[in-house]
Every structure is written in structure tokens, then in C-alpha cells.
């Protein structure tokens, strides 16, 4: 059964970066696409960045030249790099497979990993 571990959360100032990672177990991460979210208080979960299982990425204009997603497929491991952090990017960040519920790379949602930037 998949499962998913986020780490590398914490508290920054302003202009401060993080490096989020995402180690996924019980599944056949390399052949799926893989993607980060976040929730921000009071807010719906959203979608930040996507990486394919080819290597393709896509970002969220809000995240743009700011943070890089990448994969390391014999670590099973999703990665976050943020950086120039702003007071609104403090949320439960959340890795996942870009997949359906129930399919071959689906994956549940972890407990996700908590960023709080500071002014």
C-alpha cells in the first residue's frame, strides 16, 4: 500500500528559503507523475508544481523562478526547493501522485509538513 512521508518544514523569515522533501514507499513512483500542494489557513488545497515520471515540470505562476520541484527515482524520493519565501506561502505543504483515486499510482494524502514564513 503507497504512503507518503513529507519533511523539511519549519519557520523562516521573509526571503528565507526550505527544502522540502517527500519519500514514497509502496509504489511505482518512477512511473508516475508527481506533484506538491498547500493549504494556507482558511484556504482549499492547492496545486503548487508537477513533475512527470519523464522529468517534465510544470509550476503555478504564483511559484514561478521561486521554487524547483525534482525527483530522485532510486530514492523514491519527491523534492521542494523554495526559495525567496513570502508570509503568504506559510501552509501544510503536501506531496501526492498526480493520479486518481484508486489507480495504479494513486497515492493518499500524508500528514504534510508544516511552513511558516515570517515578515
Known amino acids: 500500500q503507497a504512503q507518503v512521508m513529507e519533511s523539511g518544514g519549519g519557520s523562516v523569515q521573509a526571503g528565507g528559503s526550505l527544502k522540502l522533501s517527500c519519500v514514497v514507499s509502496g509504489h511505482p513512483f518512477s512511473e508516475c507523475g508527481m506533484a506538491w500542494y498547500r493549504q494556507a489557513p482558511g484556504k482549499e488545497r492547492e496545486l503548487i508544481s508537477g513533475?512527470?515520471?519523464?522529468?517534465?515540470?510544470v509550476y503555478q505562476e504564483f511559484v514561478k523562478g521561486r521554487f524547483t520541484i525534482s525527483r530522485d527515482n532510486a530514492k523514491k524520493t519527491l523534492y521542494l526547493q523554495m526559495n525567496d519565501l513570502q508570509t503568504e506561502d506559510t501552509a501544510v505543504y503536501y506531496c501526492?501522485?498526480?493520479?486518481?483515486?484508486?489507480?495504479?499510482?494513486?497515492?493518499?494524502w500524508g500528514q504534510g509538513t508544516q511552513g511558516t514564513v515570517s515578515s
Open positions: 501526492a501522485a498526480e493520479a486518481r483515486i484508486g489507480s495504479y499510482c494513486y497515492t493518499p
Open positions: 513533475v512527470s515520471s519523464d522529468g517534465s515540470k
